[in-house]
């Protein structure tokens, strides 16, 4: 079936450093992917998607780029800031299956100012 | 756009008594919502789909007498969980799609349950 693989946190960075995530999956067909942000107490809110091979999502400062060829969808940023400390989930949605998305275990990220 | 509203945003009830969680799409009509469920430090977990106006399905696992799912109408959801228990407390997470963003999911801000 459908998975998710996403690097295990916690993730600590000073502000300003260069930040990826990694993140694979698996699935059939073409997919939809899509990287998530929770901050502390809130819901989740979409970052950044791409819905075809090559295409690069970007939002905030943040990158990701669907990559065929290597399952991935890496998520990247070239300088972090205190305020993108949070938790960051990797999803896809199987455009066959009603719009049931799949995440990953998700990424606590936290930048020290 | 695309707002998705629940409420409450957090309940405290006691074992055995039952609770009921709102979702609400405020400037669009959800033909699907979607009731996710987290605990600390974890992932989401979907435990049921639900169209407009049929009955909803729930994934592997869920108990659906437990947790009742309706979906009234295009704008509202409900979630009750009956006969709750301490090990029913979570983080319960409602999505909407519909429109053209059918393949797109608005997440609502969630309903924290503590059982007592």
């Known amino acids: 079936g459908n998975s998710v693989t996403q690097m295990e946190g916690p993730v600590t960075l000073s502000e300003e450093a260069f930040l990826t995530i990694n993140c694979t999956y698996t699935?059939?067909?073409?997919?939809?992917l899509f990287w998530y942000v929770q901050y502390p107490g809130e819901g989740l809110q979409l970052l950044l998607k791409?819905?075809?091979?090559?295409d690069k999502g970007s939002n905030k400062g943040f990158e990701a780029t669907y990559r065929k060829e290597t399952t991935s969808f890496h998520l990247e940023k070239g300088s972090v800031q205190v305020s993108d400390s949070a938790v960051y989930f990797c999803a896809l949605s199987d455009r066959s299956s009603a719009s049931k998305i799949i995440f990953g275990s998700g990424t606590r990220l936290s930048i020290r100012p | 756009g695309a707002v998705v509203s629940q409420h409450p945003s957090w309940v405290i009830c006691k074992s055995g008594t039952s609770v009921k969680i709102e979702c609400r799409s405020l400037?669009?009509?959800?033909?699907?919502m979607f009731w996710y469920r987290q605990f600390p430090k974890q992932s989401l977990m979907l435990m049921a789909t639900s169209n407009e106006g049929s009955k909803a399905t729930y994934e592997q696992g869920v108990e659906k007498d437990k947790f009742l799912i309706n979906h009234a109408s295009l704008t509202l959801s409900t979630l009750t969980v009956t006969s709750a228990h301490p090990e029913d407390s979570s983080f319960y997470i409602c999505?909407?799609?519909?429109?053209?963003?059918?393949?797109?999911?608005?997440f609502g801000p969630g309903t924290r349950l503590t059982v007592t």
């Open positions: 791409a819905t075809k091979a090559d």
């Open positions: 999505s909407a799609a519909g429109g053209l963003a059918v393949h797109e999911q608005y």
């Open positions: 699935a059939t067909g073409y997919p939809s």
């Open positions: 400037d669009f009509q959800a033909t699907t």
